[in-house]
């Protein structure tokens, strides 16, 4: 009871402190060019390729233990020649493995069963702004399972002082090839810094899910923290040495948009 009546006060201040910011420093607008702008250089740059380099947890639910972590990068190029000043082109191509809280060691099974890693060796996003609002479609998977997902229109941009803020909720529930239903819930946050912080990394996400966890974990949240480094070599060692000695499609982004057709057959 003591540590529940701690949890308790602790929730107050938190929500004492969300209100206070809610009304006093955050801002919530639709988009503009300026904002377009803003968010499509920060998510995928200008045409070099970007990591966005992740770190996490998995927990069961409801007791929240924390069963194993997770390690992945998200790689992505602004494609120029498809894009306009309204509408902008990502390629990219993200995986993420679970390591053992312990010893940090890559996870391939859990009890006996398969722990594949997260992996998609292309998605194909585009962002058009219309109006004051973003309308996002994103392409992923390959011959019969080829999905077209959106339009999605529930990114919000909001400016905390100087900070820029874009929040996604996303509600996914569609069959899956055994007859059951994938359904989920996850949520991004994603950060830009003010180049006046002087951060060595003003790019972040903050992602949350809440559904089926693999192996037959049963329901659980997966949450992880990810910022943006502008060269490979700027990844954690760990990592790098994950994805050239075992995932080297996901050192690079797709070159153009020729490979991602290629990839969709």
């Known amino acids: 009871m003591k540590n529940y009546s701690i949890f308790r006060q602790i929730a107050a201040v938190l929500l004492l402190f969300s209100l206070c910011v809610s009304q006093l420093d955050a801002r919530e607008h639709g988009f503009s060019p300026e904002t377009f702008r803003q968010w499509v250089d920060m998510r995928v740059g200008r045409g070099e390729p970007v990591y966005w380099y992740a770190i996490g947890t998995v927990y069961r639910s409801p007791d929240g233990e924390p069963l194993m972590s997770m390690e992945g990068v998200d790689v992505a190029r602004f494609d120029a020649g498809l894009s306009t000043s309204t509408k902008a082109h990502q390629l990219s191509r ?46 992923q998977g390959a011959g019969p399972r080829k999905q077209r997902i959106g339009p999605g229109r529930d990114l919000t941009a909001r400016t905390i002082g100087e900070t820029a803020a874009f929040s996604a909720p996303l509600f996914l529930d569609f069959p899956l090839p055994s007859g059951q239903r994938m359904q989920s819930f996850e949520h991004y946050d994603f950060f830009r810094q003010p180049d006046s912080a002087g951060l060595k990394h003003p790019n972040q996400i903050s992602w949350l899910r809440f559904g089926d966890l693999p192996a037959g974990l049963g329901k659980g949240v997966m949450h992880m923290l990810s910022w943006r480094v502008d060269r490979y070599e700027d990844l954690p060692e760990t990592m790098r040495r994950y994805l050239e000695t075992e995932a080297p499609l996901w050192l690079k982004p797709p070159a153009d948009i020729e490979e991602i057709r290629q990839l969709q057959q």
């Not at 006996?112 to 219309?130: D, F, M, N, R, V």
């Open 94 to 139: 993200k995986t993420f493995i679970y390591r053992d809280l312990e010893t940090g060691a890559v996870l391939k099974e859990w009890q006996g069963k398969p722990l594949p890693p997260i992996a998609y060796p292309y998605q194909y996003i585009t962002y058009e702004l219309k109006g004051s609002s973003l309308e996002t479609w994103v392409e």
